[in-house]
Structures are given as C-alpha cells and as structure tokens.
C-alpha cells in the first residue's frame, strides 16, 4: 500500500519569508513517481514538479526548490522568499510504474495550507 | 499549452434534477479522469477513460455516469443526487495512461439541495 503524510496541516508566514512543506511517503515500489501539485481557492490543482525515483538530483524552479531523500522517503518543498500568490494548498502525491489498468492512481497527501501575510 | 476547461464553473441541483459537467482538452492527451474533491480534503479518483474507454470505476455509485465522446471530451452525467455529492468535480488529463503528469481543470463546484 502507498501513502503520503503532509505532518503540517496549516502554515503562516509573513511575505519574503523562506518556507519548507514536508512531505513523507511509503512504498514497496523501487520504481514510483513523486509529484507536488498547488490548489489556489481558485479551485485548480496546479502540477508543479515530478521526480522519479531513480533520479535523487534536487531541483531548482526560481524561488521553488525541491529536496528528494530516498534515505529518508522523503520530497521536500521550499519556497524562497514567499510572496503572498505562493497562498494555497499544496499537495505532494505519489504513484508506482505502470502495471496496467489501475496502477496510475494518484495518492495524495491532506496537503499543507500556506497563507503568505503581506 | 497545458489547458483544461471545464463547464459550469457552478451547478447548484436539486436532488431530482438531471444535469451534466463538461470537461475538455486540446493537447491531444489520451487519459482523461474524473476526481471529486470535498472540502479540506484531497482529490478522489472516480473515473478514468484511456483512449476513450473506460478503464476505471472507483466503486462510484451510478447516479454518476460518465462519457467520453471522442479524445477532447469527457461528460459525467449527474441525476438523483444527494446533499453528500456535493463537492469540486475536477476533470484532469495526460498524455496516457503511463504519462505520469495529470493536468487538471479549475473543477465544478456542485451544490446539490
């Protein structure tokens, strides 16, 4: 069985602030596919990065930075300088190779509430 | 162009009515699902169409019927439906079945009284 923990339900930082939203997961896959998504209140989930499980290279996208820890199942994301659009929900989920019908499904974390205040 | 449309933004029904959510893509993926969203929580997968057809029912009761009218298109027909199903109805697309990413719609919020 797969599962992804997100341990922090809710965030708040203040604009320009650094901020890191863990995310823990457990396979038995040794091939899987790590994802994290955004939900502003908008409504739309937002696909941000994925990372394969044979690849442990961290990350860089302007002020976003991922850090994947096979050692540790873990896919961490930080956010650099946050500025107040950064606000939403953000979900780390996580899937195996394909194995035929079914084996796509995503599972995803609760997700992390980030509130940015200016 | 990583777009998803879908239509209406908000659906309020009641639970004797008959309505439909509509879902489209242009990117020329061929997998294309349907998940519900509550409040607080994350998406659960409800349906997955693979070269449109139907690959997966996640134990969906059959008030939900979806369709899938050609590769651009996806539809989930709604009818007798309960105060419980009301939710955000994201539609979601990828290029396949074993393309990992799915790109998501901006979702239905569906109220049902």
């Known amino acids: 069985a797969q599962k992804v923990t997100q341990a922090q339900t809710e965030i708040s930082v203040v604009e320009k602030e650094d901020v890191t939203l863990d995310c823990v997961y457990e396979?038995?896959?040794?091939?899987?596919?790590l994802f994290w998504y955004k939900q502003p209140p908008s409504g739309e989930l937002v696909f941000l990065i994925r990372?394969?499980?044979?690849?442990?290279q961290n990350e860089i996208s302007g002020r976003y930075s991922w850090n994947f820890q096979k050692s540790t199942s873990s896919f961490n994301f930080t956010i650099t300088a946050s500025q107040v659009v950064d606000s939403a929900v953000y979900f780390c989920?996580?899937?195996?190779?394909?194995?035929?019908?079914?084996?796509?499904?995503?599972?995803f974390g609760k997700g992390t509430k980030l509130s940015v205040i200016p | 162009d990583t777009e998803v449309t879908q239509t209406p933004k908000h659906l309020v029904m009641g639970m004797t009515n008959k309505k439909s959510l509509k879902c489209e893509q242009h990117?020329?993926?061929?997998?294309m699902y349907w998940y519900k969203q509550k409040a607080k929580k994350p998406p659960e997968l409800m349906f997955v169409?693979?070269?449109?057809?139907?690959?997966i029912n996640e134990s969906v009761p059959s008030r939900f019927s979806p369709e899938c009218p050609n590769s651009s298109l996806l539809n989930l027909h709604l009818h007798a439906l309960q105060p419980e199903d009301s939710a955000l109805y994201l539609c979601?697309?990828?290029?396949?079945?074993?393309?990992?990413?799915?790109?998501f719609g901006p979702g239905t919020r569906l109220t049902v009284t």
């Open positions: 979601a697309s990828s290029q396949g079945e074993r393309t990992y990413e799915q790109y």
């Open positions: 396979t038995r896959d040794t091939t899987y596919y």
């Open positions: 990372r394969n499980s044979f690849d442990e």
């Open positions: 989920a996580l899937r195996g190779a394909y194995s035929g019908a079914g084996s796509y499904q995503l599972t």
């Open positions: 990117m020329g993926h061929r997998a």
């Open positions: 169409y693979s070269y449109e057809k139907l690959s």
